[in-house]
C-alpha cells in the first residue's frame, strides 16, 4: 500500500518568517494530496489540496506544491502568524481496492510560531 | 446546524470489556472512516464505509468492528481483542469514495478511550 513520510516532525519558526513542511509518498499511481490543519484539542480539517495535474496551488499565505516525478509534495507558509501554531498533516490518495482511493496520512508536524 | 457526532467525548474501560464508539452525521454524505491517532503515528485507518450495508477494512482492523445499518450511523466496537487500544478514535465522512479523486474528509471531534 501508499506510504506516506513527513518531515520534519516539530518546527520552530518566529512570527513572520516561512514555514516549509515536506512530504514524500510512494505509490506513483496516488493523484491527490491533502493537508489537513489540528489545533490543540480540535478536529483536523482541511486547509489545501492538489492534484496531480498541477504543480502549484496558493490560497492566501498558504501554497502547496507537488513534485510527481521525484514523488514529493510540500507546504509553505508564509507570513506565519501565532494562530498557524498546530498539528499539520499531509495525505495523499492511494488504491486500496479496484474501487476506491483512500487517504494515507503523514505522521504529523507539530508547528510553533513564537511571538 | 450540519456536522459530525462523535460520542462520548471521553470513555474509560477495563481490560476485557468490548466498548463502541458513537458517530453521527447529517451531512448526507455517502462515506464514512475511522481513524485511530497515536502520538508521532499520524492517523491510521481503521474501516471505512461506501455506502449503506458495506464496510471494508483499513490498515488496522484487527481488534475493531463496525456496521453500516443507516447512511447517518457508523458505530465503532473495540473489542477484547485489540490489544493496545487507548488512543484517540476519530470518524470522518466524505460526499463519497470510490473515485478517483477522493473528496475532503469532515472530522468529528473524537473520542479518547483509556483502558485501565
Known amino acids: 500500500g501508499e506510504n506516506v513520510e513527513q518531515h520534519p516532525s516539530t518546527l520552530s519558526v518566529q512570527e513572520g518568517d516561512s514555514a516549509v513542511i515536506k512530504c514524500t509518498y510512494s505509490?506513483?499511481?496516488?493523484?491527490?494530496f491533502p493537508w489537513y490543519k489540528q489545533e490543540l484539542g480540535k478536529r483536523p480539517q482541511l486547509i489545501i489540496d492538489?492534484?496531480?495535474?498541477?504543480g502549484e496551488k496558493k490560497d492566501q499565505r498558504i501554497a502547496v506544491t507537488l513534485n510527481k516525478t521525484a514523488k514529493h509534495f510540500s507546504l509553505h507558509i508564509t507570513e506565519t502568524q501565532p494562530e498557524d501554531s498546530a498539528v499539520y498533516f499531509c495525505?495523499?490518495?492511494?488504491?486500496?481496492?479496484?474501487?476506491?482511493?483512500?487517504?494515507?496520512f503523514g505522521s504529523g508536524t507539530q508547528l510553533t510560531v513564537l511571538p | 446546524d450540519g456536522g459530525i457526532t462523535q460520542s462520548p467525548k471521553y470513555l474509560f474501560r477495563k481490560e476485557g470489556q468490548n466498548v463502541t464508539l458513537s458517530c453521527e452525521q447529517n451531512?448526507?454524505?455517502?462515506?464514512m472512516y475511522w481513524y485511530r491517532q497515536d502520538p508521532g503515528q499520524g492517523l491510521r485507518l481503521i474501516y471505512y464505509?461506501?455506502?449503506?450495508?458495506?464496510?471494508q477494512k483499513g490498515d488496522i482492523a484487527e481488534g475493531y468492528s463496525v456496521s453500516r445499518e443507516k447512511k447517518e450511523s457508523f458505530p465503532l466496537t473495540v473489542t477484547s481483542a485489540q490489544k493496545n487500544p487507548t488512543a484517540f478514535y476519530l470518524c470522518?465522512?466524505?460526499?463519497?469514495?470510490?473515485?478517483?479523486?477522493?473528496?475532503?474528509?469532515?472530522f468529528g471531534e473524537g473520542s479518547r478511550l483509556t483502558v485501565l
Open positions: 470522518a465522512s466524505s460526499i463519497r469514495s470510490g473515485t478517483a479523486n477522493t473528496g475532503e474528509l469532515f
Open positions: 505509490d506513483s499511481a496516488s493523484n491527490y
Open positions: 492538489i492534484r496531480s495535474n498541477v
Open positions: 495525505a495523499g490518495a492511494f488504491v486500496l481496492s479496484g474501487s476506491a482511493r483512500q487517504l494515507t
Open positions: 451531512l448526507n454524505h455517502d462515506a
Open positions: 464505509s461506501q455506502i449503506v450495508n458495506d464496510f
